[in-house]
């Protein structure tokens, strides 16, 4: 039951990345998936959410408009898709997977996540 975060990097201001969320040892499309991230001294941010049901997502403020989710379920992978990045943007990215039932909104990002990935740093920087 594990969840392997890739995709990061080094990255100038109003570029883009793709991160990949790959799990192992259970189906990720049985799951809601979050995208979460910290930078140094601050606190843990969720940046994305995609429910079981994939026309389902929710993104906050602060990357409405310039992320995206989306879901490989062959490759048991889900992708976020980062453009116009901004240095507040750089952080470690982490993906994590619930087990639930209910619409992606603000308050998913406190639900107990069943599986964490290790995390991808993310550098946006000129």
């Known amino acids: 039951f594990q969840l392997v975060e890739s995709g990061g990097g080094l990255v100038q201001p109003g570029g883009s990345l793709r991160l990949s969320c790959a799990a192992s040892g259970f189906r990720l499309d049985y799951y809601s998936i979050g995208w979460f991230r910290q930078a140094p001294g601050k606190e843990r941010e969720g940046v994305s959410c995609?429910?079981?049901?994939?026309?389902?997502?929710y993104f906050p403020d602060s990357v409405k408009g310039r992320f995206t989710v989306s879901r490989d379920n062959a490759k048991n992978t889900v992708y976020l898709q980062m453009n116009s990045l901004k240095p507040e943007d750089t952080a470690v990215y982490y993906c994590?997977?619930?087990?639930?039932?209910?619409?992606?909104?603000?308050?998913?990002?406190?639900?107990?996540?069943?599986?964490w990935g290790q995390g991808t740093q993310v550098t946006v920087s000129s």
């Open positions: 995609m429910s079981m049901n994939d026309g389902d997502t």
């Open positions: 994590a997977a619930v087990l639930m039932f209910d619409e992606c909104t603000q308050s998913v990002f406190e639900y107990d996540f069943d599986a």
